[in-house]
């Protein structure tokens, strides 16, 4: 089958059917239409471990100053944060480096932080490519680092897929 063939499935759910069952269903429908095979594994994948650089966090407090109920903000090129945990940074930067971004800083509590930085590649915004990456941003104004790491991911693997039956 064609990698790029698309089809649209219409299903009906047999009355008194449980969201619980819904899984079943639409996978034993696709094994059935689509003669669908497939198995998970677990793979290696490259990620990002956010820990505290050399020198140590440079962070600001959370302001007490209104901030017109906005407590995120996030683009290509900046990510800001108002009285937010360090998880929710990395959750954040997850976007900006195209990985996943682990926090392994062991810093608790919430921060703010305001972080304008090159955008990503392929992005172009003017007079932003004067701006250090987000690896460097990170370091300096905040003391935190970006280690590329190696984690184990769960991936579903298709085996086989065919045009489907006809109803």
Same mark, same amino acid.
């Given at each position: 089958?064609?990698?790029?063939?698309? #089809?649209?499935?219409?299903?009906?759910?047999?009355?008194?059917?449980?969201?619980?069952?819904?899984?079943?269903?639409?996978?034993?429908?696709?094994?059935?239409? #689509?003669? *669908?095979?497939?198995?998970?594994?677990?793979?290696? #994948?490259?990620?990002?471990? *956010?820990?505290?650089?050399?020198?140590?966090?440079?962070?600001?407090?959370?302001? @007490?100053?209104?901030?017109?109920?906005?407590?995120?903000?996030?683009?290509?090129?900046?990510?800001?944060?108002?009285?937010?945990?360090?998880?929710?940074?990395?959750?954040? *930067?997850?976007? !900006? !480096?195209?990985?996943?971004?682990?926090? =392994?800083?062991?810093?608790?509590?919430?921060?703010?932080?305001?972080?304008?930085?090159?955008?990503?590649?392929?992005?172009?915004? @003017?007079?932003?490519?004067?701006?250090?990456?987000?690896?460097?941003?990170? =370091?300096?104004?905040?003391? *935190?680092?970006?280690?590329? %790491?190696?984690?184990?991911?769960?991936?579903?693997? %298709?085996? =086989?897929?065919?045009?489907?039956?006809?109803?």
């Amino acid at each position: 089958m064609d990698a790029s063939a698309k #089809f649209n499935i219409d299903a009906k759910l047999p009355v008194g059917a449980s969201q619980d069952q819904i899984p079943v269903m639409m996978q034993t429908m696709l094994a059935d239409r #689509f003669k *669908l095979k497939c198995h998970r594994e677990t793979r290696a #994948f490259r990620e990002y471990a *956010l820990v505290v650089a050399k020198g140590g966090p440079k962070f600001a407090k959370p302001s @007490e100053s209104d901030h017109h109920g906005v407590v995120t903000s996030q683009s290509d090129n900046q990510i800001t944060a108002w009285a937010r945990p360090i998880s929710d940074l990395a959750n954040m *930067l997850i976007g !900006v !480096v195209g990985a996943p971004v682990i926090d =392994q800083t062991g810093l608790k509590g919430n921060y703010d932080f305001d972080l304008k930085f090159a955008p990503p590649p392929g992005v172009s915004r @003017e007079g932003d490519d004067a701006l250090p990456d987000v690896f460097a941003v990170l =370091q300096e104004q905040l003391g *935190l680092k970006l280690e590329a %790491i190696t984690g184990p991911a769960e991936v579903l693997v %298709i085996d =086989q897929a065919e045009k489907p039956t006809e109803n």
